[in-house]
């Protein structure tokens, strides 16, 4: 995978009224964040918007991918197969990683501070967004992660291992029980490795459902993500 791959596109629904928080969603592989973003209206049975906070659906470049025998797919790294055995690709992901920060220093030089940022996403975009929070971005006010998990030998828990400072942004989880590509096995595994490294993580499954987003899930995001950053601060 080509290490200058870069982000083309982000589609974007402003606050409706005084912009003091940032999300950024990503989306799985072979997704984009217009897809993502119509599931979400969907799920939601209207437009989600919030008063204050700017969502931000960035689509990933598209680059080979190995699992899929190097054809070319909408993907934030490659990975050697979806499974928590296999090791990362972490000159990819870090690429990836580098990418997405630029776009965070942005909402921060537009004077949206750190501690008003989340990152999250779903299955591949979760992935991501931990590393981007326990990584590169330790002072960010939030993560989410939804149908995703990390490798058993992640950088990510050796990285926290030497830097335990970097494990205070919030994280809360949530995966489909019945879930067949990303088993939830590899997700609570996931939850009690960085639990047990100092990381506030809630898990949250969600019942009799599959690879995918529900309903429920996204009104409990809600809930949390108005917890993290509340509509209180006024510039």
Not at 181 to 206: A, C, H, M, R, Y
Request: hydrophobic share 40%.
């Amino acid at each position: 995978m080509a290490a200058i791959a870069r982000i083309s596109q982000a589609n974007i629904i402003q606050a409706t009224r005084n912009h003091t928080a940032t999300v950024f969603f990503f989306h799985g592989s072979g997704g984009t964040g217009e897809d993502l973003k119509a599931w979400v209206n969907i799920l939601n049975r209207e437009k989600l918007q919030f008063p204050h906070i700017k969502l931000l659906y960035p689509s990933a470049p598209s680059q080979p991918y190995t699992p899929i025998n190097g054809m070319k797919q909408n993907v934030w790294f490659d990975r050697i197969a979806i499974s928590n055995q296999a090791p990362e690709h972490v000159e990819s992901v870090n690429s990836m990683c580098q990418n997405i920060s630029e776009l965070i220093d942005k909402e921060v030089a537009s004077g949206i501070p750190l501690n008003r940022i989340i990152v999250g996403g779903f299955s591949m975009g979760g992935c991501l967004a931990l590393h981007l929070a326990y990584r590169y971005q330790s002072a960010l006010a939030g993560c989410f992660v939804m149908s995703s998990f990390l490798n058993k030998n992640s950088v990510i828990y050796q990285h926290l291992k030497t830097k335990p400072e970097d494990n205070k942004v919030p994280l809360v989880q949530y995966h489909g029980t019945i879930d067949t590509l990303v088993p939830i096995e590899w997700g609570e595994e996931s939850f009690k490795n960085l639990k047990d490294l100092g990381v506030n993580v809630k898990f949250t499954p969600v019942q009799n459902i599959e690879h995918e987003l529900s309903r429920e899930e996204i009104q409990s995001w809600k809930k949390w993500l108005l917890d993290i950053v509340p509509d209180n601060i006024r510039r």
